[in-house]
């Protein structure tokens, strides 16, 4: 079953850092690029970070660029997002995601709040 499950969410002070898991199962991990996405009520989901089936090439969103960082491990089947210097602004549902996976495949997601 191809499936993508995030872990990691919760609550963290503005400055504070997060790491966020997505396990993936039912395709070749190794063989597809992955996104991170979030999505606030009332907007669009936004691309937050990709990176490529090698892992040697990340991109990011602007607004998140010099403070969050995207890996891979094909070892466990599971890509990371690790969010340094939280702001209020990254508050959101994050979601993993696989583009060439049939016709893409989403995580449920998981909740960020960066609250003081």
């Known amino acids: 079953q191809v499936q993508l499950v995030e872990s990691g969410g919760g609550s963290v002070r503005p400055g504070g850092s997060l790491t966020l898991s997505c396990a993936a199962t039912?395709?070749?991990?190794?063989?597809?690029?992955l996104n991170w996405y979030r999505q606030t009520p009332g907007k669009e989901r936004e691309l937050v970070a990709q990176?490529?089936?090698?892992?040697?090439?990340?991109t990011y969103a602007d607004s998140v660029k010099g403070r969050f960082t995207i890996s891979r491990d094909s070892t466990k089947n599971t890509v990371y997002l690790q969010m340094n210097n939280v702001k209020p602004e990254d508050t959101a549902i994050y979601y993993c995601?696989?583009?060439?996976?049939?016709?893409?495949?989403w995580g449920q997601g998981t909740q960020v709040t960066v609250s003081s």
């Open positions: 995601n696989a583009p060439g996976v049939r016709s893409g495949v």
């Open positions: 990176i490529s089936p090698s892992g040697r090439i990340t």
């Open positions: 039912g395709f070749t991990f190794s063989a597809y690029t």
